[in-house]
T-cell receptor
Framework: KAGVTQTPRYLIKTRGQQVTLSCSPI?????VSWYQQTPGQGLQFLFE???????NKGNFPGRFSGRQFSNSRSEMNVSTLELGDSALYLC????????????FGPGTRLLVL | QKEVEQNSGPLSVPEGAIASLNCTYS??????FFWYRQYSGKSPELIMF????GDKEDGRFTAQLNKASQYVSLLIRDSQPSDSATYLC?????????????FGTGTRLTIIP
């Protein structure tokens, strides 16, 4: 079974631009969560999508948004990029509801200049 | 108080010894507990999960959970240099439909040959 895939793997943007990251879950997984990881803050939860609906949301500004498609693939978008948005963005997927294990993708490393 | 707390380390352990990693959490209703290993520049990889009080063993790894003390630990026996990594403790809330993972900031473990 193929693992979680994320594209692109690396990205360089400048302040004020916007960016869209993609996550394709493991086949059969319907829940996709997004996390931001920085050296100072660690892994922080952004949001979770399940069956095309946002089910949970972390404490990030509205510049961070996401969506999920009918095939469970998910995208997250960051508008008006700031230097502090430089981070590793990870998605993690699981089958559905319940106390299940999440499996992480390789991440997208975003650098904002 | 942080929701999930870990000693950031670095924790240095001689090869062949037992490495002990600790984690405390604040949400008394938490039900599921996970240990992830993250090598530098890579995404987190699941090591173990535990739901019930007591010990759970998997090869050289043992997870221990004490819900009364809100404490979870990971023991690594016969430590190998390949165990050198950052270990992330993650806790999942109990509320149905709110199964987001909250991570500690991680403990950096170094196994000394």
């Amino acid at each position: 079974k193929a693992g979680v895939t994320q594209t692109p793997r690396y990205l360089i943007k400048t302040r004020g631009q916007q960016v869209t990251l993609s996550c394709s879950p493991i086949s059969g997984h319907r829940s996709v969560s997004w996390y931001q990881q920085t050296p100072g803050q660690g892994l922080q939860f952004l949001f979770e999508y399940f069956s095309e609906t946002q089910r949970n949301k972390g404490n990030f500004p509205g510049r961070f948004s996401g969506r999920q498609f009918s095939n469970s693939r998910s995208e997250m978008n960051v508008s008006t990029l700031e230097l502090g948005d430089s981070a590793l963005y990870l998605c993690a997927t699981k089958g559905g509801g319940g106390q299940e294990t999440q499996y992480f993708g390789p991440g997208t490393r975003l650098l904002v200049l | 108080q942080k929701e999930v707390e870990q000693n950031s380390g670095p924790l240095s352990v001689p090869e062949g010894a037992i490495a002990s990693l600790n984690c405390t959490y604040s949400d008394r209703g938490s039900q599921s507990f996970f240990w992830y290993r993250q090598y530098s520049g890579k995404s987190p990889e699941l090591i173990m999960f535990i739901y019930s009080n007591g010990d759970k063993e998997d090869g050289r790894f043992t997870a221990q959970l004490n819900k009364a003390s809100q404490y979870v630990s990971l023991l690594i026996r016969d430590s190998q240099p390949s165990d050198s990594a950052t270990y992330l403790c993650a806790v999942m809330a109990a509320n149905f439909g709110n199964e987001k993972l909250t991570f500690g900031t991680g403990t950096r473990l170094t196994i000394i040959p």
